[in-house]
């Protein structure tokens, strides 16, 4: 069964850098695709984007400029940085992956962090 | 970008009742239509994907369907348990998006 968890700092002030990391558990990491979403009350869930066992990602245009994944499958983890904060990031962060190699219906999620900017 | 419009937003229902969501997208996506269910202090759980194909472990009452456009879930018969927000997400095209969510409540 995989298993997803995360982990990362919670409280941020504006302008710093959001770094959230995801430890994959029960299966291999290879052949799929891994995700982050976010949820606020404002803006629901939003994806961020996806990154492959090879590095091959894609943002959402909205974040793109400030966004960075990465991926360690020595550790059987990935990462996501998103530089420059503001009120307007915080939400409950999530790493998740798709149901299967070419299904992208997101069937395992992480616990979700809570990421708060203030000042 | 896909925007995704579900309807109703909030829905208080009496057990044994039927429920109906539905999910409208802003173009064409085919089938790449998923739904979730979030209960509050937990992540979302995929309930449906690709329309109608319900994950193991879902119970039957739960149906999804639709095509293009217009997409819909239904619970029938609900139960207690099924008190959550709905929301459904499209994996047509880059970025993926979600509709707003439906919260439905027990009566």
């Known amino acids: 069964q995989v298993q997803l968890q995360q982990w990362g700092a919670g409280l941020l002030r504006p302008s710093e850098t959001l770094t959230l990391s995801c430890a994959v558990y029960g299966e291999s990491f290879s052949d799929f695709y891994w995700s982050w979403i976010r949820q606020s009350p404002e803006k629901g869930l939003e994806w961020i984007g996806e990154i492959n066992e090879i590095g091959r990602i894609n943002y959402n245009p909205s974040l793109e400029s400030r966004v960075t994944m990465s991926i360690d499958t020595s550790k059987n983890q990935f990462s996501l940085k998103l530089g420059s904060v503001t009120a307007a990031d915080t939400a409950i962060y999530y790493c998740?992956?798709?149901?299967?190699?070419?299904?992208?219906?997101?069937?395992?999620w992480g616990q979700g962090t809570l990421v708060t900017v203030s000042s | 970008e896909v925007v995704l419009t579900q309807s109703p937003d909030f829905q208080s229902v009496t057990p044994k009742e039927k429920v109906t969501i539905t999910c409208r997208a802003s173009?064409?996506?085919?089938?790449?239509l998923h739904w979730y269910q979030q209960k509050p202090g937990q992540s979302p759980k995929l309930l449906i994907k690709?329309?109608?194909q319900s994950m193991s472990g879902v119970p039957s009452r739960f149906r999804g369907s639709g095509s293009g456009t217009d997409f819909t879930l239904t619970i029938n018969s609900l139960e207690a348990e099924d008190a959550a927000a709905y929301y459904c997400h499209q994996s047509k095209s880059f970025p993926h998006t979600f509709g707003q969510g439906t919260k439905v409540e027990i009566k």
């Open positions: 690709y329309v109608s």
């Open positions: 173009q064409s996506i085919g089938g790449s």
């Open positions: 998740a992956r798709y149901y299967g190699s070419g299904s992208y219906s997101l069937a395992y």
